[in-house]
């Protein structure tokens, strides 16, 4: 029988893991500082993922380009998967693998921000989706489960969730991606 309790419970403690590291707070601060210097700028912040993480890279692209806690302008954010005919297409033209670093090829650009999102860390497409990102002088985050995987080697920033457990990892990033949204709103819309 599932105990409802040991699941949250468990949720708590990878909570409690990612508040007592301080140096994954601090980057968390870092990402936001990028985003908000790309925003300053008139870049925009991208995002990426398969599966429960690509539902994550769309939430946290609507709160900028939508709002988060206040009326405020938006802001220049969006989810690569959102354009059904390109990601099949080009998963049939070509491959699955290449659907993000495509659509970073046609439309990063220096300065802006790409935010690939996987709990191990080693999706082919996210990994592709970094590199191509890098290639263009964008600044590259990957959010993914604690060891970082293959997206260690190539995000700038690494937000790495101290857990092995798919769900427990989601919940942190939509909590950490949440943090980011406000300190990004409140530095470029300061009230």
Same mark, same amino acid.
């Given at each position: 029988m599932i105990n409802i309790q040991s699941i949250v419970q468990a949720s708590i403690d990878t909570k409690n893991r990612v508040l007592a590291d301080q140096t994954l707070l601090d980057t968390v601060g870092s990402v936001a500082?990028?985003?908000?210097?790309?925003?300053?700028?008139?870049k925009k912040v991208l995002f990426c993922g398969n599966g429960g993480s690509a539902a994550d890279a769309q939430h946290l692209a609507a709160e900028f380009s939508g709002r %988060?806690?206040?009326?405020r302008?938006?802001?220049y954010s969006e989810a690569l998967?959102?354009?059904s005919s390109y990601v099949t297409a080009v998963g049939n033209d070509y491959s699955y693998?290449?659907?993000?670093s495509r659509m970073i090829e046609a439309m990063g650009k220096e300065g802006d921000v790409l935010v690939g999102i996987s709990t191990s860390g080693n999706s082919t497409n996210v990994v592709k989706a970094l590199e191509a990102a890098n290639k263009l002088g964008m600044i590259t985050v990957g959010m993914t489960g604690e060891s970082g995987g293959k997206m260690k080697e190539?995000?700038? %920033?690494?937000?790495?969730?101290p857990s092995k457990d798919t769900p427990r990892i989601q919940e942190c990033h939509i909590l950490l991606g949440h943090i980011m949204c406000e300190i990004v709103e409140a530095n470029v819309f300061p009230k």
């Open positions: 500082e990028a985003m908000t210097t790309a925003f300053k700028n008139g %988060f806690y206040y009326d302008p938006p802001l998967h959102v354009n693998d290449v659907i993000y190539v995000s700038t %920033f690494l937000v790495n969730i």
